[in-house]
């Protein structure tokens, strides 16, 4: 049975949307969290899918059933190495029968990268490898030029965040309004939720404006200033609302703008930077108790987002920052990955990357 679409009431011409996701997503206590005057709730959207869960499968509900990711062409992401963003896509596109290309930069080799690298190769996916964020240029070139694939891929930014995409977090914030109403949760004052590429703090800020549910968003940064910060928060935020103008917005709604839409709920957002540690996917200790917390209340988060999202809610609970109602997102799928991995995998690493990966400390195979 199709979904209900929790967009079309705001929206004259809603695009298409795969049914690939299992929505609604539950709302949990965790008492576990809680603080005097604290109360905490988590989004489980681990549970999104039995094939691949998290966040990424909402956007993707809505990038795979339009142009230009609809039909058999190949797609060409980026991401690192341990990328959730190209495990999903890896994953939803092998279901269809498709190809991933991936631009991909190094990544600290935690357990954790490497199921998520075995996985992308456990699919099929092809990979074009550099060293770091700076040199991602390079694998362009590469993939341009003299290590051309057969087929070139149409191109899809990093953490699948487009305005269309983020449109699946529009609805997951319409789909928590409703949940408040229903009375799975009381409406909650604050809101954390990890940041990466912004798509789905976004789209969530959206969501809830147009749902008319006032909440503080605290937008977690997975990344270093450079990279995340109020500019591309704005300009995320645009790209989403263009995306809900083209599909048809009602005059009245798309005339707020943005920021008009958000200041009439009383939906507000601010970054934190405070547990970024000494980079991007780098772990730190607060994110590792954090996991290590969260596995005893039977969460399954990780070091690069939810664990270092998870450890600035526990800080401001400390320091008695947050009250009331608090929700917790958990934007990171937890299925068992494990039989997707192919025997062997590690011979499809390319060779230099396996080579910095064993300098790195990386159990694999010497390459030959
Ligand atoms: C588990 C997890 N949560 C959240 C994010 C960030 O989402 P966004 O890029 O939409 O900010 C990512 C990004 O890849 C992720 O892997």
Redesign the pocket.
């Known amino acids: 049975m199709k979904r209900e679409h929790h967009l079309s009431p705001f929206l004259r011409n809603p695009p298409a949307r795969l049914d690939l996701a299992t929505l609604p997503t539950p709302v949990e206590r965790a008492p576990w969290l809680d603080a005097p005057g604290a109360a905490v709730y988590v989004k489980r959207d681990d549970q999104t899918s039995r094939l691949y869960g998290?966040?990424?499968v909402r956007?993707l509900e809505w990038l795979l059933a339009n142009p230009p990711y609809d039909d058999r062409r190949p797609i060409v992401s980026v991401?690192g190495i341990g990328?959730?963003?190209l495990v999903a896509l890896a994953l939803h596109l092998q279901a269809q029968g498709r190809e991933l290309h991936a631009w991909v930069f190094d990544q600290v080799p935690t357990a954790h990268t490497l199921k998520d690298l075995a996985l992308l190769l456990s699919t099929g996916a092809k990979l074009w490898a550099v060293p770091t964020r700076p040199a991602l240029p390079l694998a362009w070139l590469a993939y341009r030029t003299w290590a051309r694939p057969a087929q070139p891929g149409v191109y899809m930014p990093?953490?699948g965040?487009t305005g269309l995409g983020?449109l699946g977090?529009v609805e997951a914030g319409l789909e928590l309004a409703q949940q408040v109403k229903e009375g799975a949760l009381p409406a909650p004052q604050a809101l954390y939720v990890?940041?990466?590429?912004?798509?789905?703090?976004c789209g969530l800020a959206l969501g809830l404006a147009l749902a008319g549910l006032p909440v503080r968003i605290r937008v977690v940064s997975?990344l270093e200033r450079l990279y995340l910060g109020t500019y591309l928060l704005k300009r995320t935020l645009n790209q989403v609302f263009a995306a809900l103008v083209r599909a048809g917005l009602r005059p009245e709604l798309a005339a707020l703008g943005p920021a008009g839409l958000l200041a009439r709920a009383g939906v507000t957002w601010s970054i934190d930077h405070s547990q970024v540690g000494s980079g991007y996917a780098v772990p730190t200790a607060a994110g590792e108790e954090a996991v290590a917390l969260a596995a005893g209340g039977g969460l399954a988060l990780?070091t690069?987002?939810?664990g270092k999202c998870l450890a600035a809610l526990r800080s401001d609970l400390a320091a008695g920052a947050v009250s009331g109602p608090v929700l917790f997102w958990d934007?990171?799928?937890a299925n068992d990955l494990r039989p997707h991995i192919l025997p062997g995998w590690e011979a499809r690493v390319p060779v230099a990357l396996r080579r910095r990966l064993i300098r790195a400390g990386a159990a694999l195979p010497a390459a030959t």
């Open positions: 998290g966040g990424k956007k991401g990328s959730h963003h990093p953490g965040t983020s977090f990890t940041g990466g590429t912004c798509g789905s703090c997975a990780e690069t987002y939810t934007t990171h799928g």
